[in-house]
């Protein structure tokens, strides 16, 4: 067990909030016990972020030497590749092997921010007038809080600090409660690498008190937030009345689609990882499935054997692919909607249930699920369960398809599985979705926009605008002509 100190602008120091413990998922054990983040602590990194973004050694910093400090960032992640991997895997039970997916996932977005930051440009519109010049450049917006989730954490964190730092802003990092570590070992490596001081604060703590504590501050100039689409719309809320930018990137209830024509060993094995690796604790997760009814029976009896040949065991075992959930109170969440699925009159195929292997029974652990026979309005076919569970139905009609995929308050993303590349095209231009994987899931490129519709979020995180959107766009008009302005003649 290790006692923590909590970063504040550019400072290692005791929180002044109350105590806060990391645990870890595997067996309970403490990780670490720390004193979280207080109301004046939150005062303090807000103050001294305004302070050193208006700073001219940063804001005014040409934008290939903010890159260097991201790319220092990057490298140090990939040559401690191994310890953090370690630390996340100790943070939120994730197996090691995806751990290391992403911390490496981490140095490849500090990576790609910074080389974003170096060629950044600015517009040089066409004026209609010949006497008058213009052109627009970016700046950036200020105070940034990042709220990020469990899930990921250094994945996430990564994703909002990395391309804030390289719009030239300040920013303060509020992890999840239950995560606390990956986040202040983040703010060792900026601090290693050269960022200046004041310009990342990290405060655990509660999101109700400090979470809500920075988005209402007014000093901040823009909420980056990731988590559940509860909280999402109050931060909404809270945006909209201090008029300042947010992004939302909350929960889903993604479909997987699996057509007649399908490479069905290629499905089965695809829709398997992208529902029950991460254990299903993944927003994107594809937790609704649709099987054309001529392959249906075939295909959920190959599912259902490589779900039975999932490993689930301790997260630092080489070979586990399914890890503890967070806590054992979201796991009993999980088990509660498996419940009521059975009480729905749902048939569960496979798994729903607490695992029996005894070295497992101080974990937060749940067996990969697979439930069929619920109709379309049942809770468990329509929220988010956050956990390895999968509900499975069969179609022959692509409209009521359609109209069932899209019959969900979320729009996160969605799997097609086809060899017929012009169905997935035309399939998934139907779909209310913002990811649409096809032959694939879960696989992503920092390059390329990534974001929700409908109540799984606004605004989009990745690719080159996702520095724009921690910047504000300023034109300028150069006035040409000799000739005054006529109005006053």
Same mark, same amino acid.
């Given at each position: 067990?290790?006692?923590?100190?909590?970063?504040?602008?550019?400072?290692?120091?005791?929180?002044?909030?109350?105590?806060?413990?990391?645990?870890?998922?595997?067996?309970?054990?403490?990780?670490?016990?720390?004193?979280?983040?207080?109301?004046?602590?939150?005062?303090?990194?807000?103050?001294?972020?305004?302070?050193?973004?208006?700073?001219?050694?940063?804001?005014?910093?040409?934008p290939h030497r903010r890159a260097d400090v991201l790319y220092r960032v990057s490298r140090l992640?990939?040559?401690?590749?191994?310890?953090?991997?370690? &630390?996340?895997?100790?943070?939120?039970?994730?197996?090691?092997?995806?751990?290391?997916?992403?911390?490496?996932?981490?140095?490849?977005?500090?990576?790609?921010?910074?080389?974003?930051?170096?060629?950044?440009?600015?517009?040089?519109?066409?004026?209609?007038?010949?006497?008058?010049?213009?052109?627009?450049?970016?700046?950036?917006?200020?105070?940034?809080?990042?709220?990020?989730? #469990?899930?990921?954490?250094?994945?996430?964190?990564?994703?909002?600090?990395?391309?804030?730092?390289?719009?030239?802003?300040?920013?303060?990092?509020?992890?999840?409660?239950?995560?606390?570590?990956?986040?202040?070992?983040?703010?060792?490596?900026?601090?290693?690498?050269?960022?200046?001081?004041?310009?990342?604060?990290?405060?655990?703590?509660?999101?109700?008190?400090?979470?809500?504590? &920075?988005?209402?501050?007014?000093?901040?100039?823009?909420?980056?937030?990731?988590?559940?689409?509860?909280?999402?719309?109050?931060?909404?809320?809270?945006?909209?009345?201090?008029?300042?930018?947010?992004?939302?990137? &909350?929960?889903?209830?993604?479909?997987?689609?699996?057509?007649?024509?399908?490479?069905?060993?290629?499905?089965?094995?695809?829709?398997?990882?992208?529902?029950?690796?991460?254990?299903?604790?993944?927003?994107?997760?594809?937790?609704?499935?649709?099987?054309?009814?001529?392959?249906?029976?075939?295909?959920?009896?190959?599912?259902?054997?490589?779900?039975?040949?999932?490993?689930?065991?301790?997260?630092?075992?080489?070979?586990?692919?399914?890890?503890?959930?967070?806590?054992?109170?979201?796991?009993?969440?999980?088990?509660?909607?498996?419940?009521?699925?059975?009480?729905?009159?749902?048939?569960?195929?496979?798994?729903?249930?607490?695992?029996?292997?005894?070295?497992?029974?101080?974990?937060?652990?749940?067996?990969?699920?697979? $439930?069929?026979?619920?109709?379309?309005?049942?809770?468990?076919?329509?929220?988010? $369960?956050?956990?390895?569970?999968?509900?499975?139905?069969?179609?022959?009609?692509?409209?009521?398809?359609?109209?069932?995929?899209?019959?969900?308050?979320?729009?996160?993303?969605?799997?097609? #599985?086809?060899?017929?590349?012009?169905?997935?095209?035309?399939?998934?231009?139907?779909?209310?979705?913002?990811?649409?994987?096809?032959?694939?899931?879960?696989?992503?490129?920092?390059?390329?926009?990534?974001?929700?519709?409908?109540?799984?979020?606004?605004?989009?995180?990745?690719?080159?605008? /996702?520095?724009?959107?921690?910047?504000?766009?300023?034109?300028?008009?150069? /006035?040409?002509?000799?000739?005054?302005?006529?109005?006053?003649?």
């Open positions: 067990m290790t006692m923590h100190k909590i970063f504040i602008a550019g400072e290692w120091r005791e929180g002044r909030g109350e105590p806060l413990i990391s645990t870890f998922p595997a067996d309970g054990s403490i990780n670490a016990e720390l004193n979280a983040a207080s109301l004046e602590d939150v005062d303090d990194a807000v103050a001294a972020a305004d302070r050193a973004w208006r700073e001219p050694a940063w804001r005014d910093l040409p992640i990939e040559a401690r590749c191994e310890a953090l991997a370690a &630390l996340q895997t100790r943070d939120n039970g994730k197996p090691l092997a995806e751990a290391r997916g992403l911390v490496m996932s981490a140095a490849g977005t500090a990576r790609y921010f910074a080389a974003a930051c170096e060629t950044l440009e600015g517009e040089l519109p066409t004026p209609r007038s010949a006497d008058v010049m213009t052109f627009s450049h970016y700046e950036p917006l200020g105070v940034i809080a990042a709220i990020t989730p #469990w899930n990921s954490p250094i994945a996430s964190e990564m994703q909002k600090v990395a391309p804030a730092l390289a719009g030239g802003n300040a920013v303060i990092l509020k992890p999840a409660e239950a995560t606390p570590l990956m986040a202040l070992e983040l703010a060792a490596l900026f601090e290693e690498a050269g960022l200046p001081k004041g310009l990342l604060s990290v405060l655990p703590g509660k999101g109700r008190v400090i979470g809500e504590a &920075l988005a209402r501050h007014p000093g901040v100039r823009r909420i980056s937030f990731t988590g559940g689409t509860e909280t999402g719309r109050h931060l909404a809320h809270v945006a909209a009345d201090k008029l300042i930018s947010t992004s939302l990137e &909350l929960g889903g209830k993604s479909p997987t689609i699996v057509l007649p024509d399908a490479d069905m060993e290629q499905a089965a094995k695809g829709v398997a990882y992208g529902i029950f690796s991460s254990a299903g604790q993944a927003c994107i997760a594809g937790s609704r499935l649709y099987v054309h009814a001529d392959c249906y029976t075939a295909f959920m009896e190959r599912l259902e054997e490589i779900t039975r040949g999932l490993r689930v065991g301790h997260p630092e075992t080489p070979g586990t692919h399914l890890g503890p959930l967070i806590n054992i109170r979201h796991r009993d969440s999980v088990a509660a909607y498996v419940d009521q699925a059975r009480q729905d009159g749902g048939h569960v195929r496979i798994g729903g249930q607490v695992p029996t292997d005894p070295s497992l029974a101080a974990g937060s652990y749940y067996l990969p699920t697979i $439930i069929e026979g619920l109709a379309p309005t049942s809770r468990v076919c329509r929220e988010e $369960i956050f956990g390895p569970v999968l509900v499975a139905a069969p179609f022959d009609d692509e409209d009521d398809l359609v109209a069932q995929a899209n019959d969900s308050v979320y729009g996160l993303a969605a799997g097609i #599985w086809t060899r017929d590349y012009r169905d997935a095209l035309r399939l998934g231009a139907r779909l209310e979705a913002g990811t649409v994987w096809v032959n694939t899931y879960k696989t992503f490129s920092i390059s390329t926009p990534f974001g929700g519709f409908k109540e799984s979020g606004l605004g989009r995180e990745k690719g080159r605008q /996702g520095i724009h959107a921690y910047m504000q766009q300023k034109s300028f008009y150069l /006035g040409l002509g000799q000739t005054p302005n006529p109005w006053c003649d």
